[in-house]
């Protein structure tokens, strides 16, 4: 089992950056696939951006293509959300989560362990 920690959300204004953290407990963390959802009010939890074990394959919604980068260090047992170029439909309550499996989903049942949010909100 692993558990997972996000930090690094807050509260800014359109066109800014901010980068999430998420760390992972435990030693297996180089064998989880990792991932974003993000959840805003009265809508369903939505995929953003996940990344393959050794880091060399990531994968975005393409509402962040371009402005948002998953990177991964499995020595940190940490992964993270770089997220530039900030709009106000990006303000949600972003999760990290961790799935056991070897493909990929973006659905957010098919994962098996979650953070406990991170709120972002971007204002215009």
């Known amino acids: 089992q692993v558990q997972l920690v996000e930090s690094g959300g807050g509260m800014v204004q359109a066109g800014a950056s901010l980068r999430l953290s998420c760390a992972a407990s435990?030693?297996?963390?180089?064998?989880?696939?990792m991932g974003w959802f993000r959840q805003a009010p009265g809508k369903e939890r939505e995929f953003v951006a996940g990344?393959?074990?050794?880091?060399?394959?990531?994968y975005y919604t393409n509402s962040v293509k371009g402005r948002f980068t998953i990177s991964r260090d499995n020595a940190k047992n940490t992964v993270y959300l770089q997220m530039n170029s900030l709009k106000p439909e990006d303000t949600a309550v972003y999760y990290c989560?961790?799935?056991?499996?070897?493909?990929?989903?973006?659905?957010?049942?098919?994962?098996?362990?979650w953070g406990q949010g991170t709120q972002v909100t971007v204002s215009s």
């Open positions: 989560a961790a799935d056991r499996g070897g493909i990929m989903s973006t659905t957010a049942p098919a994962w098996d362990y």
């Open positions: 435990g030693r297996a963390f180089s064998t989880y696939i």
């Open positions: 990344i393959h074990r050794s880091g060399s394959s990531t």
